[in-house]
């Protein structure tokens, strides 16, 4: 069985008291499209986190 690698974008903006509110994480099935939509939440958010998974654990 053929594995598929996800790649996940998740950005944060500032909450009530200082602290990190998630947006909800868009997911992606390229690493260019997961680096298209990090450099795309950069420009909105107060942090990015990009990852991506490959199935394995």
Same mark, same amino acid.
Do not use: W
């Given at each position: 069985?053929?594995?598929?690698?996800?790649?996940?974008?998740?950005?944060?903006? $500032? @909450?009530?008291g200082?602290?990190?509110?998630?947006?909800?994480?868009?997911?992606c099935? +390229?690493?260019? /499209?997961?680096? $298209? @939509?990090?450099?795309?939440?950069?420009?909105?958010?107060?942090?990015?986190?990009?990852? +991506?998974?490959? /199935?394995?654990?």
């Amino acid at each position: 069985m053929a594995r598929e690698t996800t790649y996940i974008v998740q950005a944060f903006n $500032a @909450g009530k008291g200082g602290h990190l509110k998630p947006d909800s994480p868009i997911v992606c099935k +390229s690493a260019s /499209g997961g680096e $298209a @939509g990090a450099e795309q939440a950069r420009r909105r958010r107060l942090l990015v986190d990009r990852r +991506s998974r490959d /199935g394995r654990l």
